[in-house]
Structure formats: structure tokens, C-alpha cells
């Protein structure tokens, strides 16, 4: 440690306040009584967000330019209080006092993720005596300034690196989702001489109900939308339901099974997850939660699942925002599609596979790179507190 840096504690240097929730008959949201914050959910980027809950029972208290410490599920992020707040359970608020603020909210930045390691406890938390007994170093006030100075101009531009590397992600997604758009959009394709509706072109259902009492612990591969998810990606899976082979054989004589080229379909929660079968290995999948496609002659499978696909973000346009959790059968029997000649279609495939392809390496390239300006903060911290920056 450098020459004039001293080992202290939170409580030589601050007052720690624990949250204590006010009793619930007393919340409202017409802005009545002190606002009042729970937890991590109603933090900011930096700064606590405007309020949406408020109490005319005030219970514990933090003033403007406390820090506020989540310290419950998840426990350590940091934020400051910007104006007089009731706190809940799930926040502890510092106040300083031997200390320049920024300094401490920094050190806390780099102790988080040791506080947040924390084990023994049944869910992650920490207590007001364990915050009072975190090690802070502690180095004279000008040079506690010179290091928020130090910080903040490194942290702004890494707020702006990260900003573009976001917009540059969300752009290449955007890429390959308005070209799928372009090409099959509904507005487009009901004028379209060759658009067909689905429900016409192939059959959409399902598959027959597999009881929980009829699971094996050996047998077929029983799948849900977690295993479809994983095989519309390429990922590996791992098969945790199965079938008895004699409960395959009979539904297969009698209903039938998913043949190379089908389709399936995640249709409940996370929806628009498509796989298209490419294997003759036995396998069987849950009733309502996927949809299955079959017998489509004269379409080219992955052509299909680009439709699919463009009618999947359709949905999820029109939600504005909202999660969009189910996939309604006959609306997408009625969605239509073009029919172009079989070499057209596979001149689309080819053409949107590579888009992908292009599109799948940008966003590994720009979330690789927020990851690393994770880690850049993480070092420069390291470099503050241990007296090298």
C-alpha cells in the first residue's frame, strides 16, 4: 500500500442506515407521503429512478447524497439518493462523513463483486453491522479527489465506448430483421399473386398429451421448449425427460411423429424458437407449448422458418414493447406467405443464411466487447484501491 494510505472500516468513516419496509397498507402511487424505494429494481443507471411507489408512514430514512446499497438478491450494486426517500428492506443507505463521497461509492464499485460473493447464507444478503465492518483504503482527501477525477474522466469514456458498441449490436440485429421483414411482411405478402395463408399450405398442430406419470427415466427423448430452443440454435442438449418406447411406437402408428423437415415451433413464453427436424432418431415433444408443421410439399423447409420468423417479429411489433408469450394457432394459419418457385426460394435461403451468418459474428464482436469494458472498470478500480492509478 502507498505511503500515506490507512486501513478503515465503513463505520469510521460513515453512518449506516438499514431499509425498514413501512407496512403495505400505507403505499400508494398518487405521489402521496415520501417516495419510497425497495430495492435493486428501482435503481437507476447511476441514480435511484423517479419513484413509483410512495408512503405516508416513514419508517427509515436517506437524504440527498446518501449512497444506497442493495442488500438483498442481488446484494452490493451502489447508487446515489437524490432527493429524501423512505427505504425498504432491501436498501441500506451510507452516509458520509470522514470521507469524500465519490471515493467511497467508487470503492464500493470495486468491492461489489466480493460483497456479492458473500457465502453461507441461505439467499444472498448482507447486514448493516457486515457493511459497517467492510475495509475501505483510505489515502489523504486531495489524493481521494484526484482518483474520482481519474475515474470519472475513464468511466465517461467508457460510458460512451459502451453506448456505441450497444447501438452498433442493436443495429445488427436490426440488420437481418428488416431484410426477413422486407421479404415477408404481411402487408407485403397479401398482395402478393403467389401468398398463401399457412393453414392451407401444410398442416399445424400438435402433438398428443404425454402425462407427467408417463415420464421415464430412460427411453425417447421427451422435449420441451428449453430442448427445442437449444436445437434451433445448434446448441448441445441435454435430455432430461423421456418417454417409454412402447408409448412411441403406439403414438407414432397411430398420429404420427416429426419427420426430417418438419417444423417445430416454441408457441408458449419464449415463442418464435424454430427447429427444423434433422434426424431420424426417435424423439416426442410437449403438447401446447410447441407447434409442429408438417406435410408442406413444395416449400422449402428453411424457407418456412424464415416465414415463421417474419411473423414472429410481426407479433412482437404489435406489442409495443410488451412480452408476447403465446402464439395463437390460427393466426398464423391465416398469415401469408409468398410461393415463389422452388429456386427462388432457395436463392432466399441462401441470401438470409448469410445475412445471419454476417449478423451472428457482428453481435459476438459487440457483446464481446461490453464484456470487456466490464472488465476495464473491474481493472481500473483494482488499479484506484490499490494504489497504482
Not at 426477413?180 to 398442416?203: C, E, H, V
Request: contains cysteine.
Amino acid at each position: 500500500m502507498k505511503e500515506g494510505w490507512r486501513i478503515k472500516t465503513i463505520s469510521g468513516l460513515c453512518d449506516v442506515i438499514a431499509g425498514q419496509s413501512p407496512a403495505g397498507k400505507y403505499y400508494n402511487s398518487d405521489g402521496q407521503g415520501i417516495p419510497f424505494y425497495q430495492g435493486k429494481k428501482d435503481f437507476g443507471d447511476k441514480y435511484v429512478k423517479p419513484p413509483t411507489c410512495w408512503t405516508t408512514q416513514t419508517t427509515k430514512i436517506a437524504i440527498e447524497g446518501d449512497i444506497l446499497m442493495s442488500v438483498r438478491a442481488p446484494v452490493g450494486p451502489v447508487n446515489y439518493a437524490t432527493q429524501e426517500i423512505c427505504i425498504g428492506r432491501g436498501l441500506a443507505a451510507i452516509r458520509v462523513r470522514n470521507v469524500d463521497r465519490d471515493f467511497l461509492f467508487y470503492h464500493l464499485l470495486y468491492l461489489q463483486p466480493k460483497i456479492a460473493g458473500k457465502e453461507g447464507a441461505v439467499f444472498a444478503s448482507i447486514n448493516k453491522s457486515e457493511i459497517a465492518s467492510l475495509p475501505i483504503s483510505v489515502p489523504p482527501l486531495h489524493e481521494q479527489q484526484r482518483i474520482v477525477a481519474t475515474l470519472d474522466a475513464a468511466f465517461a469514456d467508457l460510458a460512451q465506448a459502451k453506448a456505441n458498441a450497444e447501438k452498433n449490436l442493436a443495429n445488427a440485429k436490426e440488420l437481418f430483421a428488416s431484410d426477413l421483414t422486407s421479404l415477408f411482411a404481411d402487408k407485403n405478402n397479401r398482395g402478393s399473386r403467389n401468398a398463401k395463408p399457412l393453414g392451407i399450405l401444410g398442416k399445424i398442430t400438435s402433438s398428443k398429451r404425454i402425462f407427467k406419470h408417463e415420464y421415464t427415466e430412460q427411453g425417447v427423448p421427451f422435449f420441451r421448449t428449453k430442448e427445442i430452443k437449444e436445437l434451433a440454435n445448434g446448441n448441445p442438449i441435454t435430455t432430461e425427460l423421456f418417454i417409454a418406447d412402447s408409448k412411441y411406437m403406439l403414438i407414432k402408428s397411430k398420429f404420427g411423429v416429426p419427420n426430417i423437415g418438419d417444423l417445430l415451433i416454441s408457441a408458449i413464453g419464449t415463442i418464435g424458437e424454430i427447429y427444423v427436424v434433422d434426424t431420424t432418431k426417435p424423439f416426442y415433444f410437449k403438447d401446447g407449448n410447441v407447434l409442429w408443421l408438417k406435410d408442406f410439399s413444395g416449400i422449402n423447409s428453411f424457407y418456412l422458418k424464415y416465414a415463421l420468423l417474419a411473423f414472429v417479429n410481426q407479433l412482437k411489433g404489435l406489442a409495443h414493447g410488451s412480452a408476447y408469450n403465446a402464439l395463437p394457432i390460427e393466426k398464423l394459419k391465416k398469415y401469408p406467405i409468398p410461393i415463389p418457385p422452388p429456386f427462388e426460394q432457395q436463392r432466399i435461403v441462401s441470401r438470409l443464411d448469410a445475412l445471419s451468418e454476417h449478423c451472428k459474428k457482428l453481435e459476438a464482436v459487440y457483446t464481446q466487447k461490453l464484456s470487456l469494458y466490464d472488465e476495464m472498470k473491474q481493472s481500473l478500480l483494482h488499479k484506484a484501491f490499490s494504489g497504482e492509478l
